[in-house]
C-alpha cells in the first residue's frame, strides 16, 4: 500500500516536492514528514527542473570538475553537469568536463572511492549533491569522505534540507524548512509523538520507505 501524499512548490522551479505526513524513523530521527523523491531523482523532466533550479541559485557561479552523487542523486547529477558545462550558458564550467561520480561505502558506513576513481576527487573542486538531510549527520559522512580523498569541497546542494550548513559548509536546497515550516524531527528517545502514543508509519531511507 502506498503512502497517501501532497504536492508542495516552492519558487524557483515548476518541480513539485511530494510530502507525506505522518510520524517516520530515520537511521538518525524521528521525523513528522516522509519527503517521497522517488520521481524527483528517476523522471528525466523533473530531475531536470531540480538540476536547472541548482544551477540559477548559485551554481553557474561555482567551478565544479567533480559532482560526487548521494543518495541516489546520479540522473541530477548528470543533468546538473549538463545545465553547467552547456555552451552559451553563463557558467565557469562552461565547455569544461565534469566528472559525474558515486561512493562506495564500506561496513562501517563510511565513504570509499576505489584507486581509479581518486583523479575525480584528488585536488579537485567538488560539489556534493544529495537528496535529503536532515540532522547533517549523513552529509558529513560525506563531507568527511571527500576530504579525506583530497577533495576542495566547493558547495553542498540538497532537494530539501532542514539546516543551512554543516560544520560551517553552506548547504544550498530547493526546498527547505521555508516550504514546510512545520517539519520537525527529533531524537527516537525525546520524540514529541512517540510521547503522544503515536505509532509509527514507516522506516525512510534514501531508498523510500517501509510501511509497518
Ligand atoms: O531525514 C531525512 O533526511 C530523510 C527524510 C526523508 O523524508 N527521507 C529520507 O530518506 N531521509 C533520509 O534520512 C537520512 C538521515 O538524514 P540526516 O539526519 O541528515 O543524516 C538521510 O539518508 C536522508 O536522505
Do not use: W
Not at 497517501?4 to 513539485?16: A, H, L, N
Not at 530521527?29 to 523522471?43: G, I, W
Not at 563510511?110 to 560539489?127: C, E, H, P, S, T
Request: glycine letters at 8%; proline letters at 3%.
Amino acid at each position: 500500500m502506498e503512502l497517501k501524499y501532497d504536492k508542495i512548490q516552492t519558487t524557483g522551479t515548476d518541480t513539485p516536492l511530494k510530502i507525506v505526513k505522518g510520524h517516520f524513523a530515520t537511521n538518525h530521527a524521528h521525523t513528522n514528514y516522509y519527503f517521497d523523491l522517488t520521481t524527483v531523482k528517476s523522471r528525466l523532466s523533473e530531475a531536470g527542473g531540480i538540476a536547472q533550479a541548482l544551477v540559477h541559485m548559485y551554481l553557474y557561479d561555482m567551478i565544479v570538475d567533480t559532482i560526487v552523487c548521494m543518495e541516489g542523486t546520479e540522473v541530477i547529477g548528470t543533468l546538473l553537469a549538463q545545465e553547467l558545462t552547456k555552451g552559451g550558458f553563463m557558467s565557469k564550467n562552461a565547455h569544461k568536463t565534469i566528472y559525474v561520480i558515486k561512493p562506495e561505502f564500506n561496513s562501517n558506513s563510511q565513504i570509499v572511492f576505489k584507486d581509479n576513481y581518486r583523479a575525480m576527487i584528488n585536488g579537485k573542486n567538488v560539489l556534493i549533491l544529495t537528496a535529503t538531510v536532515t540532522t547533517g549527520l549523513t552529509i558529513n559522512k560525506a563531507i568527511e569522505g571527500v576530504q579525506y580523498y583530497g577533495g576542495i569541497i566547493q558547495g553542498i546542494s540538497a532537494v530539501f534540507s532542514a539546516l543551512e550548513n554543516v560544520n560551517g559548509i553552506p548547504i544550498k536546497s530547493v526546498f527547505g524548512l521555508k516550504d514546510v515550516p512545520d517539519y520537525q524531527y527529533s531524537d527516537y528517545r525525546n520524540c514529541p509523538l512517540c510521547k503522544e502514543g503515536k505509532k509509527l508509519d514507516a522506516l525512510i531511507n534514501p531508498y523510500g520507505y517501509s510501511k509497518l
